[in-house]
Every structure is written in structure tokens, then in C-alpha cells.
């Protein structure tokens, strides 16, 4: 038995392609055995090495980020969202509701302890202020209504690539900042630019009319003029974060840039494939701001059992009492207390298109301008200087640049690269591998049947049977013998031929 696996064991050292086992098995005497022995465990060790540091690299999940920037015919424009520093206008609304408003809405959110606010809304008696009904039943409506209006009486001239547009074109939202207007909103036809540079994009011509202003001098905005924000089309706007302030009696330039980012999921990047699909309940897209909004929307909803009119959601909205007593301070107490995106279980996403702007400012308007104004809107130039605000919206370069990121080390690179170090230091391949299986397998049938044989030729004595399997035997190993007669095949030989011999006897 030991000997029929000798020869395989031999022949297979002879024919696999890792050769440091044929330079061991031929081997002329025992140095040189033991020389390539040793040439081959260390041959092995610095592979094994290799590989495991192969391994470690690909498990790092290292990426890069590739910039390409690509020169467009057209592009598509971004959302403008535009919103008032004013809240409410003083016309239309009783100083009664604007008292309550200051008193309800605006002076709890500056102590910013939920235990200060509950005290300071008992202590007041809300009843005694006699705010019109509609307030109460309908906050959103009342603030749709007497917030800022973006009408023919306020867009005093808009263009969108020198064609006349309409406060028809802009479609009306909720933000922090009350009733906000976005032009381009429509996420599957958005409009493109074509040639580049001011006048070739959105061009506005706006009053802010500083004398509807009721914002309170102590607790709410104190500035005058607009605040705008470029945005995709699938993303809420947020002004209060990433909007860009224009003031009036200034022409504001904002040439945009437009930016797509693709990242690879984890754990490569830090975006969740899953995510990309549907994973809102109000938006059909997944943006990192919606997810955000309707997290926050969600905490309010549980805790205060409505919803904010600034956030998505299908519960009743909350009256400035209910954000007042439970929804500003639970929002407050949770971004104090956790990280946002980790609490609310938000990711970038694999992939999207941000825009951000590069403001600059001219005075506004010329002498000659405002003689001009003067006669055809008839706004006196005192008044253009603290009201009307000219916000151009455009490309000034009609090209989109991409960041994406890939895997530093892909699964294809690992195995080139592990493929790389076994082939060089050892001659392994694929194939070598099914060489050895080959080998295991005619090494384990061989010790089946060899098994198999000595239980039948002991009772039975079946000389040919065995004689056969003998001289099958035998010829393999004449075999070897002929093809590289060395000292070692010949000993392994002798025995078998013995064998042979004794059978035939039987
Ligand atoms: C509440 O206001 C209405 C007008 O809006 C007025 O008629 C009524 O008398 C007021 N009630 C009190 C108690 O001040
Ligand atoms: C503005 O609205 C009008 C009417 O709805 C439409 O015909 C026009 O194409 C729109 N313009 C832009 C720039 O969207
Ligand atoms: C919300 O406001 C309504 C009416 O003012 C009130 O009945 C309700 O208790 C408030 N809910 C919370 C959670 O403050
Ligand atoms: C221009 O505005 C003034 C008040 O600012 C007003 O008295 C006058 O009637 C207006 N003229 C026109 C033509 O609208």
C-alpha cells in the first residue's frame, strides 16, 4: 500500500506545475533535497506573508475619489428656492395675533430649557389675547395667507433666459422662514440652461416690502431682504442652513456650479444601497435633507402628536402653542442630546447632485436705473435702495463636474494581486489547484481499492484480478521510472516488483 502511494506521490511532485515539489522530488542527493526544501518553505513563508498582507489591504476597504469635469450643451437648472426674512405681514393681521405670535411662538424658544418652557406657557393666559380664530384652527393656512406673497405686486419682473416668467412659475412651500417660493420645482422636466452667463439663467427683480415687516426687534430676525437657495429638485429646500442672503439695493449675482457625487456603499463609503430605494415615506427620492426633515417630523408627531407645517408628515398640523409647549423643545432636547444622522439612522446617498452657488454683489441700481424704475414701476429710488432686490440665478459655465469614489482595491485587484504573489513565489495557479484535487482524489481511491483488493485476494485468492490491478501498477511505475530514472523512483520500484512476483506465485 505504501508503496502504490509513493509513486503517485512521486508522479505527482514530477507533473504539477508548482515545480519547487518536482526540484524536491528529483532532487540528485539529500543536500540538494534539503536545499530546495528549504528554498521552497521559504519561497512559502514569504508568499503566505505576502498574501495575508494582500488580505489586510483589500479588508482596509480603502477608496480614492476620481474628479471628472464635463463640458455640456445643456444643463440642467437647480431648484431657486426664495424666501422673506419676514415671517408675517403687518397687513392683514390684527396686533392682537402678532402679540400672541411674539408671546407664544418666539420668547420661549430663547430659553432653551423644555422645564422653563412648560413653566412659562402655564404661566401665561393664552385665552386673555383674543387672536383670531383662524390662527388657532388653521396655522398653516393663516401663515400661507399673511406670510410672504409672491405675486405681481412683489415680483416686479422675472426672466428665465430672457422670456418673461410669472409668479404662476413659482410654487409655494413651507420652510422655517413661513411661506417660501421655488422656481423649476418640476422634478421630471426641469428646465435647462443653454448658453452660458448672467442673463442666460433665472433673472429677478423683487420688493421685499420692508414695511410689512413685523418681526420683533428682540426675538426675531432683524434683518431686511431675501434669502435664497439652490437646490436639487428632489430635495426640500432648508434655507435656514444653506440659504445665501441678498440685500436690497444690490444686484446679487449667483453663479452656480452643479456637482454629482457618487459613493460607494459601506463598507467601502458611508451610503446605504437600501436606502436609495423608497426608503421615504414622503418623498419619492432619497435625499440626506428629507431624511432628516421627516426623522424630525416623526419625533414631533410621536411626542406632541402633530406636525410641524414645515415638516412632512400626515398628522394635523400643530398650533403655535402645541410647537411653543412640546414640539420645539423635544427637537431641541434630541439634537442636544444625540447626533442626528446616527439617531435617525441617515445616510448620504450613493449617489446625487448638489449645487452651490458663488455670490457676488454690484450696487443697484444707477442713477439713470432708477429714474428709469421710477417711471415704469414708479418705486422712488429711496424706496428701491431698502426694497428691490435684482437676484441673478445662472451657470456661468455650462459643465457639470463628478466626484466619485471607488475601491481603492476591488475583488478582481485581490485576486490579481494574490494571484500575483502565488504565481511568483511558488508557480501556483488555478490549474495547479486542480492538480492537487486531481492527486487527492486518485491518492484516496487508490488507498479505496488497494483496501478493497487485500480483503478479496486473502479469502478468495482471485490471482488474475489482482494481477492485473498489479501490472496496471507496475507499468505506472515503469512508467515513471523510464521518464526520469533517478535513484529514488528506482527504490520505490524494487518492492512493487516484489509484489508482483509473490502474487503471481499464489
Ligand atoms: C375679541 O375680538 C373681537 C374682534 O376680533 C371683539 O369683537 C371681541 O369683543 C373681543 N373680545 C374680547 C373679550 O376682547
Ligand atoms: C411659466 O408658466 C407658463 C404657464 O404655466 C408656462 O407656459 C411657461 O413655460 C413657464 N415658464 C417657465 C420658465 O417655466
Ligand atoms: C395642541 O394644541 C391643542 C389646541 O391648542 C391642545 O388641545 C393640545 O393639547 C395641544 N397638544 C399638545 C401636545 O400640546
Ligand atoms: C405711485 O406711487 C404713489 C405713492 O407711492 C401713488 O400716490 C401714485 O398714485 C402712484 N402712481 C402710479 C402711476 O401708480
Same mark, same amino acid.
Given at each position: 500500500m505504501g508503496d502504490k502511494q509513493d509513486s503517485l506521490d512521486h508522479e505527482f511532485a514530477n507533473y504539477t506545475t508548482c515545480h519547487g515539489a518536482s526540484r524536491i522530488a528529483n532532487a540528485k542527493n539529500r543536500p540538494h533535497m534539503a536545499l530546495w526544501t528549504l528554498i521552497f518553505l521559504a519561497a512559502f513563508g514569504l508568499c503566505t506573508w505576502q498574501i495575508v498582507d494582500r488580505f489586510q489591504n483589500y479588508f482596509a476597504y480603502r477608496t480614492g475619489t476620481e474628479i471628472n469635469v464635463q463640458l455640456e450643451s445643456e444643463l440642467d437648472f437647480p431648484a431657486v428656492t426664495i424666501c422673506n426674512f @419676514? +415671517?408675517? +405681514? #403687518?397687513? &392683514? %393681521?390684527?396686533q392682537r395675533d402678532l402679540t400672541y405670535l411674539w408671546t407664544a411662538m $418666539? #420668547?420661549? %424658544? /430663547? /430659553? &432653551? @430649557?423644555p422645564e422653563a418652557v412648560q413653566a412659562y406657557v402655564n404661566s401665561v393666559d393664552w385665552d386673555a389675547f383674543n387672536v383670531s380664530t383662524e390662527l388657532l384652527e388653521d396655522f398653516p393656512g393663516y401663515v400661507r395667507r399673511n406670510g410672504f406673497v409672491l405675486n405681481e405686486d412683489t415680483l416686479a419682473q422675472c426672466t428665465w433666459r430672457g422670456v418673461e416668467c410669472t409668479a404662476q412659475n413659482f410654487t409655494h412651500v413651507f420652510t422655517e422662514y413661513g411661506n417660501c417660493w421655488t422656481f423649476n420645482s418640476d422634478k421630471n422636466s426641469p428646465l435647462k440652461q443653454t448658453s452660458p452667463g448672467a442673463g442666460n439663467g433665472l433673472k429677478l427683480i423683487m420688493d421685499v416690502q420692508t414695511e410689512e415687516y413685523t418681526e420683533d426687534p428682540l426675538l426675531g430676525n432683524l434683518e431686511y431682504g431675501l434669502i435664497f437657495q439652490v437646490h436639487d429638485q428632489h430635495e426640500p429646500p432648508r434655507p435656514e442652513l444653506v440659504g445665501t442672503a441678498v440685500a436690497p439695493g444690490s444686484h446679487t449675482y449667483a453663479s452656480t456650479f452643479q456637482t454629482h457625487v457618487k459613493n460607494q456603499p459601506t463598507p467601502w463609503g458611508q451610503c446605504d444601497q437600501n436606502k436609495g430605494r423608497n426608503h421615504l415615506k414622503y418623498y419619492d427620492k432619497y435625499t440626506l435633507p428629507g431624511c432628516l426633515l421627516e426623522c424630525r417630523a416623526e419625533l414631533v408627531a410621536s411626542v406632541c402628536k402633530c406636525t410641524p407645517m414645515y415638516y412632512p408628515g400626515d398628522m394635523d398640523y400643530c398650533t403655535p402653542l402645541n410647537l411653543t409647549a412640546c414640539g420645539i423643545p423635544t427637537l431641541a432636547t434630541f439634537l442636544k442630546e444625540n447626533n442626528e444622522f446616527d439617531a435617525c439612522g441617515c445616510t448620504v446617498p450613493c449617489e446625487y447632485t448638489s449645487y452651490s452657488s458663488q455670490v457676488s454683489y454690484a450696487g443697484y441700481p444707477s442713477d439713470r436705473a432708477a429714474r428709469f424704475y421710477e417711471t415704469t414701476? @414708479? $418705486?422712488s429710488s429711496g424706496y428701491m435702495s431698502k426694497n428691490v432686490v435684482l437676484l441673478d440665478v445662472y451657470y456661468h459655465e455650462l459643465r457639470s463636474t463628478t466626484y466619485e469614489q471607488f475601491k481603492a482595491v476591488d475583488e478582481s485587484g485581490l485576486i490579481s494581486d494574490v494571484g500575483g504573489q502565488v504565481g511568483f513565489f511558488i508557480g501556483v495557479s488555478v490549474i495547479t489547484l486542480f492538480e492537487f484535487l486531481e492527486y487527492l482524489i486518485m491518492k484516496f481511491s487508490a488507498f479505496f481499492l488497494f483496501s478493497r483488493k487485500s480483503s478479496i485476494t486473502k479469502p478468495n485468492k482471485d490471482g488474475l484480478k489482482v494481477n492485473n490491478a498489479v501490472v496496471f501498477e507496475n507499468t505506472a511505475a515503469e512508467y515513471a521510472e523510464k521518464k526520469e530514472s533517478t535513484e529514488l523512483s528506482t527504490i520505490q520500484t524494487k518492492p512493487n516488483g516484489e509484489k508482483a512476483a509473490t502474487l503471481e506465485m499464489t
Open positions: @419676514n +415671517r408675517i +405681514r #403687518a397687513s &392683514g %393681521v390684527t $418666539y #420668547a420661549p %424658544v /430663547m /430659553m &432653551g @430649557n414701476f @414708479n $418705486y
